[in-house]
């Protein structure tokens, strides 16, 4: 039974429901200077930096007992916590990440209780971890839970992999393997038996079966070319017995990863006195800290006029957001989100600007009188709109056509732009679109093509839509 699967779909649900989001700071590491007191520095809690009081433990048990992990935490008020094992996360706040959330209990005091434990709850690496910006905190308890001594056989039969102790060994016994982005790993399975059992090889509960040409399976041994994030996750082997409960190990490879920065949207249009976002989203392991730049300087907070911060959003990944309260004029310019970690840094960089955006045609729409088209775009413009230009030639001819569409009311900062071009020759078109507002003109739109080559007794007929007789860009909706 490989029961690793819905991990990952789980946590998509975590995308801060609850408040993960919180102000970053950076520049205000350093405690205040100006403190009167001279004794208890520690005590100062004019910063209240978040805290964790409890006391790691090593926690060994029999099977069946009550556990109990204590977190006592204080100053968490803006922060969001975790309990993981192993890297996989059990509870978001308050938010269970585990399918056993009735056996695995966060209690009111943010302590973790396992109730009936079994062996496979065995592990070194219990965290309770406070999200702070750059570095969480986080505490670690080791629990080791040993198999019932009684023979007799529980209705509710434990995991396999007690009663098949010791027929597979694990290469390396840690179970753990620790890489970096690049790195040849290798581990491995064996078995002793005889006749020798026939070890099958799961990765992310699927079997390992060379479609990834860096994993290669010899000998029972994984060895995986140049890891990568994608990597990251437990390979299980299997000792084939014919039982219905084989043998069953798992191993953990971790890879620390260079971060990837990814921008939705590069450029960001927007105006005076209003609010600018700008984002980045940051996939990292270890995490890594963000910093943004603008013009080549960094960005620190000033109070009232800039924030910057960030949630979790699925597995190792992390929006950060930098948001302009009022944009003036000086704003404008262009903004780097750089993230770094211990192994490697990625850098983006989002212009803001205060231009109308590239339109983009949203409909055309042939007339059945005449061989006419109109042609309509959508564009945003957070100032109003002071001119269009449009441009427009049959293709192979050399020179443009010039026309200036009328300036219609927006509605908000959304733009219709709408054009009617006639007497069109057979053949086809294309047509480019700018706008104009009190900061410039935007980028030229993507040139729009359609023809002019309708014959007139099909669009009597109403037959336009028919994809054999008009070009599919005679009606064009891209908005469906
Ligand atoms: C410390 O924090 C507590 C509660 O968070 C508060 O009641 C107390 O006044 C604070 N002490 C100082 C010196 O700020
Ligand atoms: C613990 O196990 C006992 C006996 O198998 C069962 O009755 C009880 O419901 C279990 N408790 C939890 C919290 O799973
Ligand atoms: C948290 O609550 C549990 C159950 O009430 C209790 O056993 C435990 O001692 C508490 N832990 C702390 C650190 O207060
Ligand atoms: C990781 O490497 C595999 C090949 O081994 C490749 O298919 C995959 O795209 C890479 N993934 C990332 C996130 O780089
Ligand atoms: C984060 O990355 C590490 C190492 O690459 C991996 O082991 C872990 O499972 C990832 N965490 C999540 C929540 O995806």
């Given amino acids: 039974m490989l029961k690793f699967s819905l991990l990952f779909s789980v946590l998509a649900l975590c995308k801060s429901t609850k408040s993960t989001e919180e102000d970053v700071n950076y520049e ?45 935490m204080i100053h968490i008020e803006n922060y969001a916590f975790t309990w993981s094992k192993d890297d996989k996360i059990l509870y978001f706040e308050t938010l269970s990440h585990i399918k056993e959330s009735n056996r695995i209990v966060l209690l009111p005091n943010n302590s ?18 406070i999200l702070r910006q750059p570095e969480s905190i986080h505490l670690t308890h080791r629990l080791r839970v040993d198999p019932e001594r009684t023979h007799q056989q529980s209705a509710t039969s434990p995991p396999p992999q007690h009663s098949h102790k010791g027929i ?26 005889q006749p ?28 995986i070319k140049k890891v990568n994030s994608s990597h990251s996750a437990l390979f299980q082997c299997l000792a084939e017995d014919g ?11 971790i890879v620390q990863y260079i971060p990837e920065i990814e921008v939705k949207k590069n450029k960001v249009h927007t105006g005076e006195s209003i609010e600018s976002e700008m984002q980045c989203i940051v996939s990292a392991y270890p995490e890594a800290i963000i910093k943004w730049y603008k013009d080549g300087k960094e960005i620190t907070h000033k109070k009232g006029s800039v924030v910057m911060h960030h949630s979790t959003t699925k597995g190792n990944k992390t929006r950060h957001i930098l948001k302009i309260l009022h944009t003036s004029k000086k704003d404008f310019g262009e903004y780097k989100c750089r993230a770094q970690n211990l192994i490697g840094e990625d850098t983006k960089s989002i212009v803001l600007t205060g231009v109308p955006s590239q339109a983009k045609v949203v409909s055309a729409e042939v007339l059945d009188d005449n061989n006419a088209i109109i042609l309509k775009w959508h564009l945003e413009s957070y100032s109003p709109i002071k001119e269009y230009k449009l441009q427009y030639r049959r293709n192979g001819e050399e020179t443009w056509n010039f026309v200036e569409p009328e300036v219609k009311e927006g509605n908000g900062n959304q733009f219709i732009v709408e054009h009617p071009i006639k007497d069109l020759q057979p053949g086809s078109y294309e047509a480019i ?48």
């Avoid at 679109?433 to 410039?440: C, D, E, I, K, Y």
């Avoid at 040139?447 to 860009?473: C, I, R, V, W």
Wanted: a negative charge; one cysteine or more; glycine letters at 6%.
């Fill in 112 to 129: 973790l209780a396992i109730y009936n434990a079994t062996v496979s709850d065995s592990s070194d690496d219990y965290k309770c971890n």
């Fill in 433 to 480: 679109l700018m706008a104009r507002n009190v900061f410039g003109w935007s980028m030229p739109s993507e040139p729009h093509s359609f023809t002019g080559d309708y014959p007139s007794e099909m669009a009597q007929k109403g037959n336009l839509l028919q994809p054999k007789q008009t070009p599919a860009d005679a009606m064009v909706d891209l908005l469906a």
């Fill in 196 to 223: 020798p059992l026939e070890i099958k090889w799961f990765f992310m509960s699927k079997k390992v079966n060379g479609d990834d040409p860096n994993v290669i399976l010899k000998d029972n041994y994984i060895t």
């Fill in 28 to 72: 205000e590491d350093t405690p205040v200077e100006e403190d009167d007191e001279d004794q208890g520095e520690d005590d100062n809690n004019d910063t209240a930096e978040p805290q964790i009081l409890s006391q790691g433990q090593s926690i060994r048990v029999q099977a069946g007992s009550t556990v109990i992990l204590p977190c006592q």
């Fill in 243 to 253: 039982s219905k409960t084989p043998a069953m190990e798992a191993i953990n490879v």
């Fill in 168 to 193: 597979i060994r694990v290469i390396p016994p840690s179970r753990l393997i620790n890489a970096k982005q690049g790195d040849t790993i290798q581990f491995g399975c064996e078995t002793d038996t």
